[in-house]
């Protein structure tokens, strides 16, 4: 099963860019995109169902956010899930933060965490969405034979090796001590970072680009997105990949296997 995760940065923008030939070419069984800035009703039918591949026609759930163009999640995936809920936490959900997917064995989760701002502006709301998040994800893994998927644009560069200039952004938004500190906490609660799972000391990697200064040419980036499992679930893993090729957002899309 492949699954593909992408902060699109705008459902339709993205659309205009070849966001449904991709998809069809690409063929994942499930995508789960965040910030889609929309609400389903503002989208082409192409959009809301586009066709893979292999002739398969994509469900699509949607978690928009109250306030237009911003925010948002959204699931695209060819088997109907036995269950689509929203983290159940108003202030988060109301951003459209969260969508959780649940399949056979195993719940996959949407997510995009919010941007702590310039100055740390809005850092208490991102580390109360962090712990709560925790919570959602640690509430599933205890369930039995439930494995837990959770990707998503983090906006969090958890080490060093995850962006270009870690000196440079010391005290800068996505690298803060007490973004840092929770991605320790959440590794820690037994989730594993599947692309450090497979490329433990692998550098110049990243997911995400400015769009100043020739950032992406010259690869000087961050990696902000992520497909963490709980433990139990690294069993099944077969690989886990960035896709630094996939242009149309000013990030790129990142690839779970599993088995």
């Given at each position: 099963?492949?699954?593909?995760?992408?902060?699109?940065?705008?459902?339709?923008?993205?659309?205009?860019?070849?966001?449904?030939?991709?998809?069809?070419?690409?063929?994942?069984?499930?995508?789960?995109?965040?910030?889609?800035?929309?609400?389903?009703?503002?989208?082409?039918?192409?959009?809301?169902?586009?066709?893979?591949?292999?002739?398969?026609?994509?469900?699509?759930?949607?978690?928009?956010?109250?306030?237009?163009?911003?925010?948002?999640?959204?699931?695209?995936?060819?088997?109907?899930?036995?269950?689509?809920?929203?983290?159940?936490?108003?202030?988060?959900?109301?951003?459209?933060?969260?969508?959780?997917?649940?399949?056979?064995?195993?719940?996959l989760i949407s997510a995009y965490f919010p941007n702590s701002r310039n100055g740390g502006a809005r850092l208490p709301y991102k580390l109360d969405f962090c712990a709560?998040?925790?919570?959602?994800?640690?509430?599933?893994?205890?369930?039995?034979?439930?494995?837990?998927?959770?990707?998503?644009?983090?906006?969090?560069?958890?080490?060093?090796?995850?962006?270009?200039?870690?000196?440079?952004?010391?005290?800068?938004?996505?690298?803060?001590?007490?973004?840092?500190?929770?991605?320790?906490?959440?590794?820690?609660?037994?989730?594993?970072?599947?692309?450090?799972?497979?490329?433990?000391?692998?550098?110049?990697?990243?997911?995400?680009?400015?769009?100043?200064?020739?950032?992406?040419?010259?690869?000087?980036?961050?990696?902000?997105?992520?497909?963490?499992?709980?433990?139990?679930?690294?069993?099944?893993?077969?690989?886990?990949e960035i896709m630094p090729d996939v242009t149309g957002s000013d990030h790129c899309p990142v690839k779970l296997t599993v088995l």
């Amino acid at each position: 099963m492949d699954i593909v995760s992408w902060n699109v940065n705008g459902i339709r923008a993205v659309e205009k860019k070849g966001f449904c030939e991709w998809l069809a070419a690409e063929g994942p069984d499930i995508l789960c995109v965040q910030e889609t800035k929309a609400e389903p009703g503002q989208l082409s039918d192409d959009l809301k169902n586009p066709v893979s591949r292999d002739g398969a026609r994509y469900r699509s759930y949607w978690a928009s956010a109250q306030k237009k163009g911003y925010s948002g999640t959204a699931i695209y995936t060819k088997t109907e899930p036995r269950d689509v809920r929203f983290l159940g936490i108003k202030e988060f959900d109301d951003e459209g933060r969260v969508l959780a997917a649940f399949y056979g064995d195993f719940v996959l989760i949407s997510a995009y965490f919010p941007n702590s701002r310039n100055g740390g502006a809005r850092l208490p709301y991102k580390l109360d969405f962090c712990a709560a998040m925790l919570e959602f994800c640690k509430t599933f893994a205890a369930g039995a034979g439930q494995g837990v998927i959770l990707c998503g644009d983090y906006n969090i560069a958890h080490k060093p090796i995850d962006l270009a200039r870690p000196k440079e952004n010391e005290g800068n938004a996505g690298y803060l001590p007490e973004e840092r500190a929770w991605m320790d906490t959440f590794t820690g609660a037994s989730f594993i970072d599947t692309f450090r799972y497979f490329h433990p000391d692998e550098p110049d990697n990243y997911t995400w680009w400015s769009y100043r200064a020739g950032a992406r040419r010259k690869n000087i980036g961050w990696r902000i997105d992520y497909f963490c499992v709980d433990a139990p679930f690294a069993a099944r893993l077969k690989s886990s990949e960035i896709m630094p090729d996939v242009t149309g957002s000013d990030h790129c899309p990142v690839k779970l296997t599993v088995l």
